[in-house]
Every structure is written in C-alpha cells, then in structure tokens.
C-alpha cells in the first residue's frame, strides 16, 4: 500500500500563487510517476499535471501550461506543484496520485493510490 498526504492549499486572490506539496510513504519502491489531479464543483475530475520518477519527464494540462510547474524530490517521495498566475476557474479540489505501473500519466486509470484532496480557492 501507498499513502499519499497533500497539503499547500488555500486560498488566493486571482493572479496570486501556490505550491501543493504531496508526501508519498508505504511501498514506495518502483515508483513510475506521479500526478495532479482536480475536481470542480459539479465536474469531473481532471487532469492537472504529471511527472515520471525516472527521467523526470513531465507533462500538462492545456488549462495550466505555462501557470503551473510540476517538479519531484525521489528522495523524499514527494512531488509538488507551483501554481502561478491563478484564476476562479482553478478553484477546486487538488488530488495527488501515485502511479506503480505504466502509462501515459494523464488518465485517472493510469494511478493505483489517491490523497485525500486539498481545497484550492482562488478568489476573483
């Protein structure tokens, strides 16, 4: 089993900034990435931003290109993510996900362990 712990969210005027930090602990060997996940109000869930723990490849959401930054620490197994210039329509949910197995990283399917979620609110 793989825990997960998200924490750095809040609330933020329209233009400000974040960092979501989410601490992965348990059977964390052969980790093959991980990933930001959002759920809105009366929407679905959807992806944010992931990376792979090998290489360090990362990959975005259109939505958040060039605003957010996905970045990892393999030794804390950890990953965060920086979020610039934000907008109303990034209020939702945070969840980070913890994939042990391939895949492309930006479906939901692709993830084996889910955090709890952390509250973003971004204020206009």
């Known amino acids: 089993q793989v825990q997960a712990v998200e924490s750095g969210g809040g609330l933020v005027q329209a233009g400000g900034s974040l960092r979501l930090s989410c601490a992965a602990s348990g059977r964390t060997s052969s980790l093959y990435g991980m990933g930001w996940f959002r759920q809105a109000p009366g929407k679905e869930r959807e992806f944010v931003a992931a990376i792979k723990w090998n290489g360090g490849s990362t990959y975005y959401a259109d939505s958040v290109k060039g605003r957010f930054a996905i970045s990892r620490d393999s030794a804390k197994n950890a990953v965060y993510l920086q979020m610039n210039s934000l907008k109303p329509e990034d209020t939702a949910v945070y969840y980070c996900?913890?994939?042990?197995?391939?895949?492309?990283?930006?479906?939901?399917?692709?993830?084996?362990?889910w955090g709890q979620g952390t509250q973003v609110t971004v204020s206009s």
């Open positions: 996900a913890v994939a042990r197995r391939w895949g492309v990283l930006i479906i939901a399917t692709d993830y084996d362990y």
